[in-house]
Nanobody, 125 residues
Framework: VQLQASGGGLVQAGGSLRLSCATSGITLNYYAVAWFRQAPGREREGVSC????????YYADDVKGRFTISRDNAKETVYLQMNNLKPEDTALYYCAADLLDPAANSWVNYEYDFWGQGTKVTVSS
C-alpha cells in the first residue's frame, strides 16, 4: 500500500495550492482519508478528513472556509484544495487512510491504517 502526497510548493500569502494524495494497493472508495500537517517544532495536527461511505467531511477550525477536501475514487486520489493560504499554513502535509470512517470527534486522533510521505508547503508573507 502506498499513499503519495504531492502538489506542495512555495506560494505567497493569499495564494492557492492543490495537494493530491495518490493511493495504490487499496480500493480507495472503501477508505476514509485524512490530511495532516506538521510544522517544524510543532506537533502534528489534523487538517481535514473525508469519509468513504457518505463522503462526509471534517475540517480543523483554522482551515474551514479556506480548504476543501475531495476525492476521485476512479483516480484513486484525494485532493486538498487550499485557498487564501497564510504563513501559518507552512508545514509538511501528508495523508493517511483507514478502512473505517472515523467519527466527527475522533478523526484527528484516530489510528489510521496507512500513512504516506509528505509534501512541503511554504507560504511566504
Amino acid at each position: 500500500v502506498q499513499l503519495q502526497a504531492s502538489g506542495g510548493g512555495l506560494v505567497q500569502a493569499g495564494g492557492s495550492l492543490r495537494l493530491s494524495c495518490a493511493t495504490s494497493g487499496i480500493t480507495l472508495n472503501y477508505y476514509a482519508v485524512a490530511w495532516f500537517r506538521q510544522a517544524p517544532g510543532r506537533e502534528r495536527e489534523g487538517v481535514s478528513c473525508i469519509g468513504s461511505s457518505d463522503g462526509r467531511t471534517y475540517y480543523a477550525d483554522d482551515v474551514k472556509g479556506r480548504f476543501t477536501i475531495s476525492r476521485d475514487n476512479a483516480k484513486e486520489t484525494v485532493y486538498l484544495q487550499m485557498n487564501n493560504l497564510k504563513p501559518e499554513d507552512t508545514a509538511l502535509y501528508y495523508c493517511a487512510a483507514d478502512l473505517l470512517d472515523p467519527a466527527a470527534n475522533s478523526w484527528v486522533n484516530y489510528e489510521y491504517d496507512f500513512w504516506g510521505q509528505g509534501t512541503k508547503v511554504t507560504v511566504s508573507s
